[in-house]
């Protein structure tokens, strides 16, 4: 059974795991959240797990040898397994360490890896459509070394130019950075391909996978990623923890990025022996609370089922862009309705999206405006700023035409 044959979502019923979603922005205002992209809501589920962990076994993981320690370190390393588990990597909780957001995921490996291998004649190659975590991040590792970053192009209708692709990487190509989902366009990435791409070159290859994980099964494996990087914030999960999957092998080659407690195993006044994976790429005390609740966030998900909620946001997104493609005024930037993952970034023809957003918030919808961390992405699409919608699984129809309805005030309230 594949994807498209999803059983539909009980939207009501799960709308009850998230009471956040009952209130109201002002008098008689119910909230419509759609600015999932950003950050999703947190079921009772994942807040009554943190909140246990906090009343009754809160304490530090991996030191102490009492009880509430030990009932810590074990709940706080399983949930490194689970999260394995969830995206398919066999080697478990060696593969995966956490860090405090995809952002910072990316950043381990731009400065334990590439600040060492990357040089001169060297090429890291991303696409126009990253988010600055990428960009900025092997922006900088590439002016410290000397390396070169190189674009793969945006084609008009939002999707990776393949050909391009081809001719950008080639045997100077060490890396290859790609966002498996837009977060702007919403334009699902074809990183297998990508991947075959980048090995055929023997270049490694990374996957912000920051919009993918919420709302699609992701196997790692499967896509032969060799890191592969997402944030607890955006899946249900709390903020200040995020993943940073990497291949055995490569995790155990590169040097750790942060250094002190807890990633070492042995330390003299001279030298420093690393602890084993993952811990060695967890320096300090780690989210505890936060790697706990993402645990639950992942049974959560998982108890709904990704392949539904994939389903789900397909729908939902198709309504939109056909709803808000309605009118000739409103440009929506990406691929077609029937074809991105549950957001849409648009233009409404003559208000700035700040105006847009700010009608939008005064309907109780909120969204985002601006550049979602992509700008050169959006020099690119010939726009400053956008307003995007995101939707995830406990939004449905009636919230798409309260947005269609908001977006209708904005155009008569801007009419010149
Ligand atoms: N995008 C958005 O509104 P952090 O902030 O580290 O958890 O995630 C960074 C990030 C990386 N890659 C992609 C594709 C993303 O979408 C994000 C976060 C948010 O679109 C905030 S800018």
Redesign the pocket.
Known sequence: MGVQDAEPLDVERIREDFPILDREVGEGTDLVYLDN??TSQTPESVVETMSEYYRTYNANVHRGIHRLSQEASIAYEDAHDRVAEFIGASGGREEVAFTK????SMNVVAYAWGLSELGPGDEVVLTQME?H??LVTWQQIAKKTGAEVKFIRVTDDGYLDLDHARELITDDTEMVSV?H???TLGTVNPVSELADLAHDHDALFFV?G??AVPNRPVDVEAIDADFYAF?G??MCGPTGV?VLYGKRHLLEEMDPYLFGGMMIKKVTFEESKWNDLPWKFEAGTPPIAEGIGLHAAVDYLESIGMDRIQRHEERIVEYAYDRLTDHDDVTVFGPPGDDRVGLVSFDLDGVHPHDVSQILDEHGVAV?AGD??TQPLHDVLGVSATTRASFYLYNTREEVDALVEAVDAARELFAV
Do not use: L, P
């Open positions: 992209g950003a957001n995809t952002t910072e988010h975590a990428a966002v989902v837009s977060n912000d920051a919009q944030s914030h955006k995020g985002r979602h961390c």
